[in-house]
């Protein structure tokens, strides 16, 4: 198979998202987990800083081991299965449920049925919580930070940690279809072999800790979008910063609504990435190998 036939396959779309605060105004652990122990998020946010300062340990590692403590100091029994439950707590943005759906038929629209959208999530949270959120059906594959659980479904330590560059390793899993984490994915491959090119990717994050995934999927071609609340100026100064050191594209507020800023934004990002696909397709027109002599 030539190139040329290999690039008529790279016609499929990964949108990537953080989870906390790009889909949800809150941590998805403050819907569920942190009001089932009966602790305060401020104050056990407050303590995972203060216990990183101390330790010089890493921010996920180190909330991951503290939320072990706080199930067995209150002799707690937080199961795979009870976690998964609790998702059923967490609130999204406004829109975000039906977002999925409207973006795919959308992309099918435009591009006449010749491109599909996948998404994914990569998140910094509990794999374990992400299993039982309500939009889990819409997601290609979820990443996230998973505990080991012990026969008698205890947590005993994390088993996959996702930190903000951690996060990275994961988009180019999706560029290279090994999304299994079985999967060697240092192992070099064409880019005409990989699936989904980084000039398909956009990623939508919504600060800081998701600036070396925004800086991945732009320096390789690919769109980045940050999302804030509404009513947060720091967070929106943050986005000003993002987008004047050239680590995005756009921002706007979390709103995925029909008719919202940000569904205008994107769908800007989908003509654009099928026009690109489309311009791919006509450039294999004019290949040697393609042509009628």
Not at 19 to 24: A, E, K, N, P, Q
Not at 51 to 61: C, F, P, V
Request: charge should be negative; charged fraction near 30%; include cysteine.
């Amino acid at each position: 198979m030539n190139d040329s036939t290999k690039i008529l396959k790279q016609n499929r779309l990964a949108f990537v998202y953080d989870f906390d605060g790009t889909l949800t105004p809150q941590p998805m652990q403050e819907y569920t987990v942190l009001p089932e122990l009966g602790l305060e998020a401020e104050q056990f946010w407050s303590e995972v800083d203060e216990e990183k300062r101390r330790t010089g340990g890493d921010s996920i590692l180190t909330y991951m081991r503290l939320l072990i403590e706080k199930i067995e100091q209150k002799k707690a029994h937080l199961s795979r299965e009870s976690l998964r439950q609790l998702a059923s707590h967490i609130k999204y943005y406004p829109g975000v449920e039906s977002w999925f759906d409207r973006i795919n038929k959308y992309t099918e629209e435009q591009s006449r049925g010749t491109v599909e959208t996948k998404h994914y999530i990569v998140s910094a949270g509990l794999g374990e919580i992400l299993e039982g959120v309500s939009i889990k059906k819409f997601f290609q594959k979820i990443y996230a930070s998973e505990y080991y659980f012990d026969h008698h479904e205890v947590a005993r330590f994390p088993t996959t940690v996702i930190n903000d560059t951690a996060k990275t390793q994961y988009l180019f899993r999706i560029n290279k279809g090994l999304e299994e984490t079985s999967e060697n994915i240092n192992l070099f491959m064409p880019e005409s072999d990989r699936p989904i090119p980084f000039r398909n990717m956009l990623y939508i994050g919504d600060g800081l800790t998701d600036v070396p995934s925004m800086t991945v999927v732009k320096n390789y071609g690919g769109y980045a979008i940050a999302v804030h609340k509404s009513d947060d100026k720091k967070a929106v100064e943050v986005c000003q910063q993002l987008l004047n050191a050239n680590r995005i594209d756009f921002f706007t507020k979390a709103d995925y609504s029909p008719k919202s800023k940000l569904e205008h934004l994107i769908k800007k990002v989908i003509n654009l990435m099928i026009a690109r696909i489309d311009f791919e397709k006509e450039k294999i027109t004019f290949h040697p190998e393609n042509l009628n002599e």
